[in-house]
């Protein structure tokens, strides 16, 4: 049942030099933002740091301070919820207790004076869509927190909005449910067609589910971008932490080659464009997973090493998480699959070694 | 022993509340009472005379009648301003509401003599003459402060978010207070006026002051101690109990009913 | 809006400026008719009683504002008795109230499950007998040959001369106890039902003695609705007079009495409005304290 036409050329939602400003704070400063149409965007970052505020101004629940907001083109800045062409499924469900569920889905369409017998065919389809058929006439207190979610988002999704907005829908649920709602929410965006904006504080639920990802902190974007992309090219301190481990190490850059000299010793090779000018101070970083264990003087080992003791080795099962001490860049993670029984031990010696383009060179 | 202890608390409270239902029950007992004097104080024996004949003192059920339409009037429109201040209260930030809680409490603090004569005064001074619209002003006010602790109580416990959700779904300001708001408070409200009701029956000391020549129940009953009470008092005064018990049990069964089924 | 050399960007800032302008009038909107009303005839009357307060004179010739500043005076010296009268028997009637009615608040709200709200009903349902009634009613149950007197004697609290519990500051007190007791009850139900659970749960944890766990975690959760049922049963007792009328005798009134006379049946309106104002002054001392101490949120409700 796709709901959407085909994608448009014009972003589904623009924020343009958005700031909001409370009595004592500024929540999102000087925000700017383009969300290409029919897809799935998420908003991710830790609790305080905007993400919310800037879903409830594109919904029209708060006023941008300053600044612009644009629907497909069309300013919506000081227009108020009900005039918008969006929907919003909150975090607390918000279902009406005092309706059915037939009545909570039908809401939207009831206020838009659309005809009894539509209403009937269009929650029908929709419950249909997220498997709630049969339960019109309980009232929400009757289902159960996986199934609420399904009605808010089913009472939504009716309305044929252009954009869908979700606020931390799936905190309340338990992992399993959680998991396993991620990729329900995913197949109905792309069955749907619509733009969805998520809101999450859960990276790994932002990494699975969208399409591209805008990482928050305090008020502003510090990167937005495809998820393998911010991931692997974080480019500040911030993401590439709040994204996973990242093993930093501080140098200077050394030559137009990619070269980097740390600043306690060595050398570690990067791709030259994931870095700042000559001469420049800049921290790198290499994902856990990117790093090999050898035993020293093993000449097969990639280029980019460093020698360390292993401090630290947990056997997961898919993989061993060891910790590594370095007297150049101090404990570094390191995620080894379990491939073959070479296993570390404590207190050995080791050389850790990766590829130069897995490198990459963040700022702050 | 242990036992013995864990008795203590319900044991008492059946204690306190017997207490409570003491002058109830002599109310509704001396109403039978076949008393020859003036005053029923003493037990004379049981009689249904006056049951069967309680309208033999005109005055009582006229002033019952007063007092009821004073109660009705009074609560509704109390409970309708305090529904606004709660709302206001529970649902917006804004400066002043320190000063403006406040404000609400006094009224409850105050005693009744304070506020009947400063609102005497106030009526002399604007040379008002006292009558049902200074009686009405005058319940009104004691009650709003009760009507907005009330519903505020009702209102503290439903999702924020109701109201946002409601207009996320295309419905503007009015129409969302319409279908979502205010069938939601609706218990606490209704509760509110119930509240306002028995305040305003039961009211004798502001009223004594703002009435003017108007007699209420509970000013028929005050100048009737003097003189001589006659059992039709406790009659009617029977009778209101168990009506008004009567309402706020079948309101409190409708709501236990409805919250089964909606689960608030 | 003028469209003069508005560019596009500052025409939506003044758009938003707008919409949020006009939210934040709508809390005002709803509280204005209540607080007008309140304001109208609630404050200014008071006002008015300060002024009166200080005015001299009588029916007759008229009255004067002359600061007389001994009206006041007159109340700590004349009325004296009354007004030690007051403060003794209020004070004496909050405190019997709280004693009995915390132990009432704390069993409804933890011993009564799924009853909770029909315990509360019925300790709200004697009410709804008039004041007066229930007053008269003491009367009776307090009779001099009524069984709650004999009991009294026959036991040798009171003496089998003329022992009586009318017209004695007993009754008064009893009366003025049991008119309060909802007022006491309410606002601590309300504050201990609040309170999470698992802080009591805890404090059961850490105190071994139970009554040391009370102390230490409950009663304080339970302080500010004790501060309020306090405020509501204090000052307007210290102000009634019916319960001295029927169950007291003339010899022993309080300030409530002095006012109710002065008012009505002896129309000295300074004196009387010096009394009142001496009142609300105490309200008011009681009401800073405890908003100093636990906020105003929890005031009305």
Redesign the interface.
């Known amino acids: 049942m796709a709901i959407g036409n085909e994608p448009s050329q014009k972003p589904a939602v623009e924020l343009d030099g958005v700031t909001k400003q409370f009595v004592d704070f500024s929540a999102v400063e000087d925000l700017t933002l383009s969300v290409d149409d029919g897809k799935f965007f998420a908003l991710l970052g830790p609790s305080g740091c905007g993400k919310t505020t800037t879903l409830r101004m594109i919904g029209g629940f708060e006023e941008p301070t300053s600044g612009v907001i644009r629907l497909h083109g069309e300013n919506v800045t000081g227009l108020k919820p009900y005039k918008r062409p969006v929907n919003t499924v909150f975090q607390s469900y918000a279902l009406f207790p005092h309706l059915s569920i037939f009545e909570n889905v039908a809401f939207g369409l009831r206020r838009s004076k659309v005809s009894d017998a539509e209403v009937k065919q269009r929650v029908g389809a929709v419950l249909e869509l997220v498997q709630l058929v049969g339960r019109e006439n309980r009232r929400p207190r009757q289902l159960s927190g996986g199934q609420q979610q399904r009605v808010a988002l089913a009472r939504a999704l009716v309305n044929h909005p252009r954009v869908l907005l979700l606020d931390e829908p799936l905190g309340a649920l338990d992992l399993k449910l959680r998991k396993e709602m991620q990729i329900e929410l995913k197949r109905i965006q792309q069955e749907v067609g619509i733009t969805f904006i998520h809101v999450t504080h859960d990276q790994e639920e932002a990494m699975t589910m969208a399409d591209t990802i805008a990482v928050m902190n305090q008020g502003r974007i510090e990167r937005m971008g495809a998820p393998t992309e911010i991931y692997e090219d974080p480019r500040t301190a911030f993401v590439s932490g709040f994204l996973g481990a990242s093993n930093l190490m501080s140098g200077k850059v050394d030559g137009d080659r990619g070269a980097v000299a740390l600043a306690s010793g060595g050398v570690i090779q990067a791709n030259p464009n994931r870095l700042p000018a000559v001469g420049a101070e800049v921290k790198v970083g290499v994902r856990p997973e990117k790093i090999q264990l050898f035993a020293p003087g093993d000449e097969d080992a990639p280029p980019n090493r460093l020698p360390g003791k292993v401090t630290d080795a947990s056997f997961i099962g898919v993989s061993t998480h060891y910790l590594v001490d370095t007297p150049q860049a101090g404990e570094m993670t390191v995620v080894v699959q379990n491939l073959d029984d070479r296993r570390f031990a404590l207190g050995e010696e080791v050389v850790m070694a990766w590829q130069p383009e897995h490198t990459f060179g963040v700022t702050g | 022993m242990p036992r013995v202890k864990r008795l203590i608390?319900?044991v008492?409270?059946g204690a306190?509340?017997l207490?409570?239902?003491?002058?109830?029950l002599?109310?509704i007992l001396?109403s039978f009472n076949d008393n020859h004097g003036r005053f029923?104080?003493?037990w004379q024996g049981f009689t249904l005379r006056h049951w069967l004949d309680p309208f033999r003192v005109e005055e009582i059920p006229q002033s019952l009648l007063v007092s009821i339409i004073l109660a009705l009037v009074s609560s509704a429109i109390a409970t309708a301003?305090?529904t606004?201040?709660a709302?206001?209260?529970t649902?917006?930030r804004?400066k002043g509401?320190?000063p403006?809680?406040?404000?609400?409490?006094?009224?409850?603090?105050?005693?009744?003599?304070?506020?009947g004569?400063?609102?005497?005064?106030?009526f002399v001074?604007t040379r008002f003459s006292t009558g049902w619209i200074t009686l009405i002003?005058?319940h009104?006010?004691f009650i709003?402060?009760y009507a907005?602790?009330?519903v505020?109580?009702r209102i503290v416990g439903?999702?924020r978010?109701?109201e946002?959700?409601?207009?996320?779904?295309?419905?503007?300001e009015w129409?969302t207070f319409r279908k979502?708001t205010l069938?939601?408070i609706m218990p606490g409200v209704f509760a509110a006026f119930l509240l306002g009701f028995?305040l305003s029956?039961?009211?004798?000391?502001v009223s004594?002051?703002t009435s003017g020549r108007i007699q209420t129940?509970?000013l028929y009953?005050?100048s009737a101690?003097r003189r001589g009470?006659p059992p039709q008092?406790?009659v009617w005064?029977t009778i209101?109990?168990v009506l008004?018990?009567t309402v706020?049990?079948l309101f409190?069964w409708s709501q236990k009913r409805r919250q089964r089924?909606?689960?608030? | 809006m003028t469209a003069i050399a508005e560019t596009p960007r500052q025409a939506q800032e003044t758009a938003a400026g707008e919409a949020e302008k006009r939210r934040r009038r709508v809390p005002y909107l709803l509280l204005a008719p209540g607080i007008i009303y309140l304001i109208l005839l609630y404050v200014v009357p008071l006002i008015s009683l300060v002024r009166m307060a200080l005015q001299d004179g009588n029916l007759q010739a008229g009255y004067e504002f002359t600061w007389a500043w001994e009206n006041f005076a007159e109340v700590f010296t004349t009325y004296r008795g009354q007004l030690l009268r007051s403060l003794l028997y209020s004070v004496g009637a909050t405190v019997i109230t709280l004693l009995i009615g915390y132990p009432l608040a704390y069993a409804i709200a933890f011993r009564t499950g799924r009853w909770k709200n029909l315990f509360l009903v019925l300790l709200l349902v004697p009410f709804l007998i008039p004041f007066l009634l229930r007053t008269l009613a003491w009367r009776t149950i307090l009779a001099d040959n009524g069984f709650v007197v004999t009991t009294l004697i026959d036991l040798g609290i009171l003496p089998q001369q003329g022992g009586r519990l009318l017209a004695t500051g007993w009754a008064v007190l009893a009366g003025l106890v049991y008119s309060f007791l909802p007022f006491m009850v309410l606002p601590i139900y309300v504050a201990l039902e609040k309170t999470d659970r698992s802080m009591l749960e805890a404090a059961g944890d850490l105190y071994s003695n139970p009554v040391t766990a009370f102390w230490k975690v409950t009663w304080p959760l339970s302080l500010p609705g004790v501060i309020s049922g306090t405020l509501l049963t204090l000052i307007p007792a210290a102000g009634d007079y019916i319960n001295v009328q029927l169950l007291g005798n003339p010899q022993q009134t309080m300030m409530g009495n002095v006012i109710e006379n002065k008012f009505l049946s002896v129309i000295d309106y300074p004196a009387a409005a010096a009394i009142s104002i001496t009142l609300m002054i105490a309200i008011v001392i009681a009401v800073v304290f405890y908003v100093r101490s636990v906020g105003s949120e929890d005031l009305v409700a």
């Open positions: 608390l319900p008492y409270l306190g509340l207490y409570l239902f003491l002058p109830v002599v109310v001396f029923n104080v003493r301003i305090g606004l201040i709302l206001a209260l649902r917006y804004f509401r320190s403006t809680n406040i404000l609400l409490f006094f009224p409850m603090a105050t005693p009744e003599v304070v506020m004569s400063s609102l005497l005064g106030l001074a002003l005058a009104i006010l709003i402060s907005v602790a009330t505020r109580a439903f999702d978010h109701l946002e959700a409601s207009m996320d779904l295309y419905a503007n129409s979502v069938p939601l028995a029956l039961d009211d004798f000391v004594n002051f129940y509970p009953v005050w101690a009470i008092v406790n005064g209101i109990f008004t018990v706020m049990v409190l089924k909606v689960g608030i």
